[in-house]
């Protein structure tokens, strides 16, 4: 059975993502899209070629949503969480394909959707949700939603800005986190891989 091809998300230009990181710093987290290399790394590392059920937190305006469209096996669904209105509406307007659908709720919201879609758990999580930019007690409740909602053996993958914000409240939830630093990007991006949800979680 051929995949689906996902559409193509036309380029968010720079200035675009300039204002609206300044209106809404602590929600978009960058000022540029994320370049196609990231998502394919996310993918790969998330492996999502493998996987039927997947979250996005915080897809933006689709680059790496894309990219991991394309990695997505042809029965697999992603269900994005995204709360900047602008961004959920490009996505909309831009994405066509019936393996994705969108969410305008809180990343917090993924214990309920495990309930409703995936009693398993789901095979991967992928992030983009800046978290340097937020506070820890709700970045702990994220990522504690995040572990609380795999299944044994999922990966949660994150992309950050900051190096060190994030490793220690992420190993509060995972026993094994790595890091890997990918730099052609702009600005050069962390991504970190947990695994093993600690059951406190």
């Known amino acids: 059975m051929p ?4 559409s193509r998300v036309p380029f968010a230009s720079m ?3 300039i204002r609206a990181f300044r209106q809404n710093y602590r929600t ?12 394919r790394n996310m993918a790969r590392l998330g492996r999502v070629e493998e996987s ?3 979250v996005e937190f915080g897809p933006g305006t689709g680059a790496i949503t894309t990219q991991l469209l394309a990695a997505l096996p042809a029965d697999g669904r992603i ?11 490009k996505l909309r307007e831009s994405v066509h394909d019936p393996r994705l659908t969108l969410l305008g709720q809180s990343a917090e919201q993924v214990r309920a959707l495990r309930a409703a879609e995936a009693p398993e758990g789901f095979d991967a999580i992928i992030c983009s949700i800046p ?3 937020l506070p820890p007690p709700v970045t702990s409740e994220i990522l504690a939603a995040a572990a609380a909602s795999l299944r044994p053996g999922g990966i949660f993958v994150s992309l950050q800005y900051h190096p060190t914000y994030l490793p220690p409240i992420l190993r509060q939830h995972f026993q094994t986190v790595r890091r890997n630093w990918f730099i052609w990007n702009v600005p050069p991006t962390f991504l970190f891989t947990a695994t093993d949800p600690r059951s406190a979680s």
């Open 52 to 54: 039927s059920k997947v």
């Open 28 to 39: 978009i987290g960058a000022v540029a899209p994320t370049s196609p290399g990231v998502g």
């Open 15 to 17: 200035w675009e993502f």
């Open 131 to 133: 978290f340097s930019l």
């Open 3 to 6: 995949r689906p091809t996902p």
């Open 79 to 89: 269900w994005a969480f995204e709360i900047y209105e602008p961004f959920l509406e």
